[in-house]
Structures are given as C-alpha cells and as structure tokens.
C-alpha cells in the first residue's frame, strides 16, 4: 500500500460543481501539502499545513480550500470548479526538519 | 519571475552522453536543495539532495552555487532509463519547484 493516498485517481468534472480530492499518509507525517502541475509550470503549491491547527496558502490558493482533519488526512476543495482547474494535483508529506518530501500518485482532474 | 526556473528542454542526448541541468532560484535565503525525478504521469521521487561543497551518487553529480544563485545536476554516461523530467527544488519556509527539464535520451 501507498504511505500517501490520493483519491480519486481520476475525476471529470462540470463548470461550477464542488469537488473534494482527498489524501491520507501513514508515514506519520506532520507536514503536508498540495500541487497542482501543468505543463510545463513544474508544481505549484496551494496550501500547507505544518500541524492539524496549521493552514497556510500557497503560491495559488485562489479557488481552492483545504481542511486538516487530522495528522494523517488533508484534503482540498474546488468550491465551484472552472475549466482553468484542469490539471495534475499532488499532496506530499515530510517531516518537520526532514529534507524529502514525499508525493501521493496524484489526482488527473478534467473540469469540462 | 518565477521563484526557481529551469530550462524546460527537452534535452535529446545518445547513449552514453553526459549532460548537464541547470537551475537558478531568486530567494538568496533558500536553505536546502533538491533534484527530483518524475517519470510520465507518475508522481516526483527525490533523486538527490544538493549540498554545499557539491555531492555524487554513482553517475549523478550535483552542484549548488549559492553566488550565483544556481544548482546544477550532472548525468554521465546516460542509460534509456534515464528518461524522465528532472525538477529542481528549493525550500526556504516552503518547498519551491522549478518548471522541470525533461531529458530524452535515445539509442
């Protein structure tokens, strides 16, 4: 099993819909994070979050939001997803002072 | 600009080939630097840690200028499977990737 779990894999979704992508780790991680990669742009962070009481924005919060639910669960939100949203989304985890990150298998979002 | 910035390539080498990645950062406070790897539609992998008086791990050789304001990461005798995108990472108070350079090496 992964340590770091993204679901879904995969998602198509409508102009303006919600949409939820979720990760959990069991690497016992406190810090975690998410990108969103487009081609070409390399990752670009969203939110962190250094402790389930720690939520910082990104490079890009725009549009999104994150909930910390516990140490090992982070998730984002589209609240009303637009077609610009369609990308490769990662939530990686590391550990405080630890120099790796490491990375969920990612989520292929399509907003059509 | 973006905070760190890397040549997006592709970089076509033969066989055997050395190449050579650069990639510059604009937060002179960065503390720690890094090369991933990531192969196509897979998620990045750390390959390398970037340290100060420069480090190598088989036929990887990293370099970090801090001057200058850039890393650099070596590959020799390049093999098939070392096709994939190299991106750089900075972390300051968070961590930064550069727009990754992706190498495509050929028989």
């Known amino acids: 099993d992964a340590d770091v779990t993204q679901t879904p894999r995969n998602r198509i979704t409508k102009t303006g819909k919600r949409i939820m992508l979720e990760c959990s780790q069991t690497k016992g991680h406190d810090r975690m994070y998410w990108y969103r990669q487009d081609p070409g742009l390399g990752l670009q962070l969203i939110y962190y979050?250094?402790?389930?009481?720690?939520?910082n924005k990104g490079e890009i919060s725009d549009g999104y939001s994150v909930s910390r639910q516990a140490q090992a669960k982070f998730s984002l939100s589209l609240e009303s997803a637009i077609p610009n949203q369609t990308a490769l989304y990662f939530c990686?985890?590391?550990?405080?002072?630890?120099?790796?990150?490491?990375f969920g298998q990612g989520t292929r979002l399509t907003v059509v | 600009r973006k905070e760190v910035e890397q040549d997006p390539g592709p970089f076509n080498v033969p066989e055997g080939a050395t190449v050579a990645f650069n990639c510059t950062y604009s937060n002179s406070a960065s503390q720690s630097f890094f090369w991933y790897r990531q192969d196509c539609r897979k998620e990045p992998k750390l390959l390398m840690s970037v340290y100060s008086s420069g480090n190598e791990d088989g036929r990887f050789t990293a370099q970090l200028n801090r001057a200058s304001q850039y890393i650099s990461l070596l590959i020799r005798d390049s093999k098939l499977s070392d096709s994939a995108t190299y991106l750089c990472?900075?972390?300051?108070?968070?961590?930064?990737f550069g727009g990754g350079t992706r190498l495509m090496v050929k028989p």
């Open positions: 979050s250094f402790d389930v009481k720690d939520i």
């Open positions: 990686a985890t590391s550990e405080q002072g630890s120099t790796e990150a490491f």
């Open positions: 990472a900075v972390k300051g108070n968070m961590l930064t």
